[in-house]
């Protein structure tokens, strides 16, 4: 099984290790769609769980991993109205993958990149910022017991991801009355997403708000890209 992808793209074989920089067909906008070409793309931890074969639902084949990419639009398809070729732009999902050298989204996936902010900075904004804006207030995981003892009375801990089941104390929850709430960024509604993406943009439109990028790869070398990390092309 591999990982294809338009332009020219990384791919792996799932639970080999094995990968291959490959080139594929050229790529045109549908209806409401915009063709981006990538300058970077985020890299988050469940894309290196699905490329493993690791994660619980595997995508169907040919599949290419990353929905956070930023970059220029290089067309738009009929409808798309907000954007038009050269416009820098983020994206918070792709139809196509976003590990390659142009990727497809869907017109309300798509925000302009303010012009503060770097391709680098824009390629970290989909799900860590979006998420966070969606209440997360604490992110736990290994760790969920110990920051229950750290919470305020009526505190609340937001959990957006997991790598397996963990062990807690009830008695920590119930003294505190506080809570524990899973939050999905695919549960939110368009307007949600809007929301957040006018909040976000306002919040690095005044500088408040700035990306931070911990590790960058070039494209030939993101086998080796492990979560919260960019892709440079």
Known sequence: HIL??????????FNSGGSVMTKCF???????????RVHACGVNPVETYIRAGMFARRPNLPYTPGGDAA?????????VAALKAGDRVFTTATETG???EFTIAAEDSVHKLPDVLDFKQGAVIGVP???AHREATDVDDVNLSKDRQMLAYGGRVMI????????INPVDTMFKESSITGV??????PEEK????????????????????????????SPGAAGKIVLTM
């Open 4 to 13: 294809s992808l338009p332009g020219r793209t990384w791919a792996s074989h």
């Open 26 to 36: 050229s790529m045109q906008a549908g209806l409401h769609q915009v063709l981006i």
């Open 71 to 79: 970059g220029v639009v290089e067309a738009v398809g009929e409808g």
């Open 98 to 100: 976003a590990y390659a």
């Open 129 to 131: 910022y979006f998420i």
């Open 160 to 167: 957006v991801g997991s790598g397996g089941p963990i062990e």
């Open 184 to 189: 999905s960024l695919f549960s939110a509604t």
């Open 194 to 221: 809007w929301e957040s993406a006018s909040f976000l943009y306002a919040g690095m439109e005044a500088g408040w708000l700035l990306p931070v990028v911990c590790f960058q790869y070039p494209l030939d070398n």
